[in-house]
């Protein structure tokens, strides 16, 4: 056997062993830690499908939802395994089951040092953030992104596929997709395999006579207030810890979550949203124009799907603690991608993901009662995700307007890099 071969051998048995470790590591924080990180797979998604299993109403399709309507798929999933385990350590095994298809995909035969090191940010990524890594919707969305990653240089059409239905389960990966439409020359693959899924998902909902609750999510979306723990409340919190009248934190009994109040908090929860799609669009304008001016889908396309994905992070009113998943894609495109140029990045990701753990589940209490020590911890966490939004979007800003380096000169990803 050739050495390089034992090499990657021995790398790819070590990173799976991590791998294994950590879910089960995290999984087994999610019943020690305070908080109850796994409440709403037992409270929320099992209820949720088991009604639907039961023939007593299909969230989405039958009534509005707070998730476009796949969100459901993964919960019904988990129904499956209850015979031989409890709902919470089913929802668990979908999870892993999803997340080690990717994690095979990435890891390959270990012989690659970039996709060694994206394996190895996701590993410390999932520790650092803790149990709602696991216990959350989004955690399913993971894989389905990684993977689009992976092959939507190869395989667009299946990779867009897989982006669009994560996007139907959560949005957020609707950033990749744009980020992707914006870099890469293969666009109609890319729209032909987000159409198909899209138009797949339409037809199921219709059929069920649910097409007034396909888009019911957004609606319900726009409805909420600023979430305790979004980037945009941060100012509020530090305004509740000075003792300006009628700041603090409130809890909404209808969506189940912990919000800011205080003077012109209303405001701000409702010009958010008109704000992130003005981000949007602006980041897909830059791209676009950096893909006309001749710069490679390889160095643009890391640092403008950083970007998106963090102005769904920055800019949005809800600002959950599991919203940090969505950085494991973006980084693990750049390390593979651009290894050196992702570093600080993925170094960066993994402060933000032990902040929000020390947030939410460990810290949440002090948190809810604005504690000055927790709130400098959000704070920080805050700060770095507006950091790395503006260092990413200053990263496309300057592939737009610079004068884009010759094809030639530029170095092409390959297997083993």
């Known amino acids: 056997m050739r050495p390089h071969i034992r090499t990657g051998m021995r790398w790819a048995v070590l990173l799976w062993a991590l791998f294994i470790g ?14 109850a990180p796994r409440n709403d797979v037992w409270n929320v998604y099992q209820p949720w499908s088991a009604y639907a299993m039961r023939g007593q109403g299909i969230v989405g399709v039958t009534e509005p939802w707070v998730y476009p309507p796949l ?10 395994f209850v015979p031989f385990f409890g709902y919470e350590v089913s929802w668990v095994v979908v999870v892993f089951l999803f997340d080690a298809a990717a994690f095979y995909l990435l890891v390959g035969g270990g012989r690659s040092r970039s996709r060694r090191a994206a394996a190895l940010f996701w590993i410390i ?31 667009p059409v299946v990779a867009s596929a897989l982006l669009a239905m994560a ?43 649910g097409i007034s609750f396909l888009f019911g999510f957004m609606s319900m979306q726009n409805s909420r207030g600023l979430q305790a723990e979004s980037v945009f409340a941060t100012p509020f919190l530090w305004s ?44 897909a304008a830059l791209g676009l124009v950096a893909h006309q001016r001749g710069v490679t889908a390889q160095l643009l396309m890391p640092p403008l799907a950083m970007a998106a994905v963090l102005a769904f992070i920055v800019f949005n009113k809800v600002g959950s603690p599991q919203f ?14 651009d290894r ?12 933000i993901a032990a902040c929000t753990h020390l ?22 966490r805050n700060l770095l995700l507006i950091a790395l939004m503006f260092a990413a979007t200053t990263r496309v800003a300057l592939l737009a307007i610079r004068e884009p380096l010759p094809v030639t000169t530029l170095k092409h990803p390959t297997a083993n890099a």
């Open 125 to 155: 990524f999932l520790v650092a953030l803790g149990p709602i890594a696991l216990f959350r919707l989004d955690a399913v969305t993971v894989p389905f992104a990684v993977v689009g990653v992976l092959l939507i240089r190869s395989h």
């Open 167 to 209: 996007a139907w389960m959560k949005i957020w990966t609707g950033a990749i997709l744009a980020a992707a439409f914006a870099s890469l020359t293969s666009r109609r693959r890319i729209v032909e395999g987000t159409l198909v899924v899209s138009a797949v998902v339409v037809a199921i909902v219709a059929l069920g006579g």
């Open 240 to 283: 509740a810890i000075a003792g300006v009248p009628g700041g603090g934190i409130e809890y909404d009994y209808e969506l189940i979550t912990f919000q800011v109040a205080g003077p012109g908090v209303d405001v701000l929860a409702d010009i958010l949203t008109p704000m992130l799609l003005v981000a949007a669009f602006a980041l």
């Open 359 to 380: 947030l939410y589940p460990l810290f949440y209490d002090l948190f809810l009662q604005t504690d000055v020590v927790v709130v400098t911890i959000i704070t920080v």
């Open 324 to 337: 940090q998943t969505w950085l494991i894609a973006p980084i693990v495109l750049w390390l593979l991608w």
């Open 22 to 35: 950590a879910h089960v590591l995290v999984a087994w924080l999610g019943w020690v830690e305070p908080n």
């Open 71 to 80: 969100a459901l798929m993964p919960m019904i999933l988990a129904q499956f």
């Open 340 to 351: 050196r140029r992702a570093l600080p990045y993925a170094i960066t990701g993994i402060v």
